[in-house]
């Protein structure tokens, strides 16, 4: 589908994080280039709420997902978003 003006929104926009803060307590809040704000509860993140405040801090892109210094997992664009079809980062 192409662009077109007279429609808003973000079509055809890869959603690429930017930024990830913890502001907010018991929160994750993702920052997507495009300018996209997305506010995530941690607990749907166990192993990221087993993070301490610094070890939060720390946190690196990986491909399209994110990770910790202090964390063996990788965490995928579509675990966020919730559609895996609609965003996978693998064809």
Do not use: C
Not at 22 to 31: A, D, L, P, S
Not at 41 to 46: E, G, I, L, Y
């Amino acid at each position: 589908m192409k662009s077109n003006p007279q429609i808003e929104g973000f079509w055809n926009v890869a959603p690429k994080i930017k930024k990830i803060t913890f502001e907010q307590r018991g929160k994750i809040n993702i920052q997507l280039e495009d300018g996209r704000l997305i506010l995530v509860p941690v607990s749907k993140f166990p192993s990221i709420k087993k993070l301490t405040p610094l070890q939060r801090k720390k946190w690196y892109l990986f491909g399209n997902g994110f990770s910790f210094d202090d964390s063996n997992e990788v965490y995928h664009l579509e675990q966020i978003l919730g559609n895996f079809n609609a965003y996978k980062h693998e064809n």
